[in-house]
Structure formats: C-alpha cells, structure tokens
C-alpha cells in the first residue's frame, strides 16, 4: 500500500470489553512500532517488532496489552478488560530498516480509542 | 534522563511570519531529532531531521537549529502560512533508548492568521 493503514479509525468500547487495533504497515518495512498518544500530548512508546520478532515491549502499560505480528506484516494490538485511563489514539508506525541507518518512521493515521 | 521538553505549548502567528518551536533534551546519546508535523485525524508525517554532526538544516522554508553544547534544536518556519496551521512535535532518539524508539516532545500547536 501507498502508507501505513489502520483499523478501525474509531472504537467506541465499555470499561471490561476486549478490542483488537490492527495495522498494515507499509510493504516490505522490517520494523513496526506502537505508540500511545493521549489527548494534547506527544505519542508515546509502547513496543517494537523486527520482523515477527517483538523485541522490545518495555512501554506496554499493564498485561493488559499485547501486541502481535506473526507473520512479519500486519500487527495488531490488543487491549483486554478495557480501562477508562486506555481512552487514547493508538499510532502504528513502520520503517524500512532495522535499528540502526536511518531512523524515519512512518506514521498510520491512528485508532482513537473511547473506553466508556 | 529521557524527556524531551518542548515549548511553547501553542503559538499564533501572522501570515508571512516566522514560526519558532524550541526542544530541550537531556540525554547526550541522542543522536538523532526529527520534527513532525500532525493535523488533527492524522498520523505524524517527518517534516526534517538532523543529526548532531550538523549545526543547521534547511529543507525549503523549515529550518531545524542544532545546539549540541546547550542540548537544545528548534524549528524555524520562515514565511508562515495558514497551511501550517497544525501540531507540530520534535523527536529523538539513540543511545540508551534505543536507535529505534523515538522521545517525543508534548507538541506546539500552531496557528497561522490568514
């Protein structure tokens, strides 16, 4: 595809549910990222994938996320037992390259997630 | 240690004027420090980035200014228009945190008056 794509654009949830974000990065990236942005702040780290690979998943907020991508293409990030504090726009990026070399992510338009 | 502190919070500017953002960091292993651009329902799209071997980088009427000694970079938007109009975030990363997780500034909403 042209970039990275996600779904849904807009999930309404109530507190306890489970959702699934899903991401297409763009084809033939190595390197796919999630991120969390809260309303009126900068996006934050929450892990990283290489391929199939999570290598680093230091930003997840509780066990109640996980992330998959087993296959080395599309990733999906999955919340259980919805929180209210999970209310937020979940940001997929990808990259060519591996860490290390040129650093340009590329940025999906996001999932906004409301945890009612 | 990992911060990057990013002010104004937002800033109105007139048409033809010159925006300026300013990002402060702490950790000297950052190596390298993008500049994003955000409108409201979109992803962040890479505006410029630079590396700290360089003290400026000009890319058409953006500008980043590198300040390795005192830890700070800015963007300069030179003949502002109203569509620049956007959040914009500045970014790093390397080092400890990684050569692939970016630190992102809080972001600078900015206006631009027609």
């Known amino acids: 595809g042209a970039g990275v794509s996600q779904s849904p654009r807009y999930k309404v949830a109530k507190r306890g549910q489970d959702v699934a974000l899903r991401c297409d990065p763009i084809?033939?990236?190595?390197?796919l990222f999630w991120y969390q942005q809260a309303l009126g702040q900068g996006p934050e780290f929450l892990t990283y994938f290489q391929n199939e690979a999570q290598l680093d998943k230091s930003g997840l907020p509780s066990d109640r996320f996980f992330a998959e991508r087993p296959e080395g293409s599309v990733s999906t990030l999955k919340i259980q037992r919805t929180q209210q504090e999970d209310s937020a726009v979940y940001l997929c990026?990808?990259?060519?390259?591996?860490?290390?070399?040129?650093?340009?992510?590329?940025f999906g338009p996001g999932t906004r997630l409301t945890v009612t | 240690q990992q911060q990057v502190k990013q002010s104004p919070q937002s800033l109105i500017v007139q048409k033809g004027g010159i925006s300026i953002i300013n990002c402060a960091y702490e950790n000297t292993a950052f190596d390298y420090f993008p500049w994003y651009q955000q409108f409201p329902g979109k992803g962040p799209a890479l505006l410029i980035a630079?590396?700290?071997?360089?003290s400026e980088k000009k890319e058409g009427r953006f500008t980043i200014s590198f300040n390795k000694s005192a830890k700070q970079f800015s963007l300069h938007i030179m003949d502002s228009q109203p569509g620049d109009s956007a959040t914009y975030f500045c970014?790093?990363?390397?080092?400890?945190?990684?050569?692939?997780?970016?630190?992102f500034g809080t972001g600078t909403r900015l206006k631009v008056l027609a």
């Open positions: 084809s033939g990236h190595v390197s």
């Open positions: 630079i590396r700290p071997d360089v």
């Open positions: 970014a790093a990363n390397g080092g400890t945190s990684g050569t692939y997780k970016y630190i």
């Open positions: 990026a990808s990259s060519l390259v591996p860490s290390g070399g040129l650093y340009e992510q590329y």
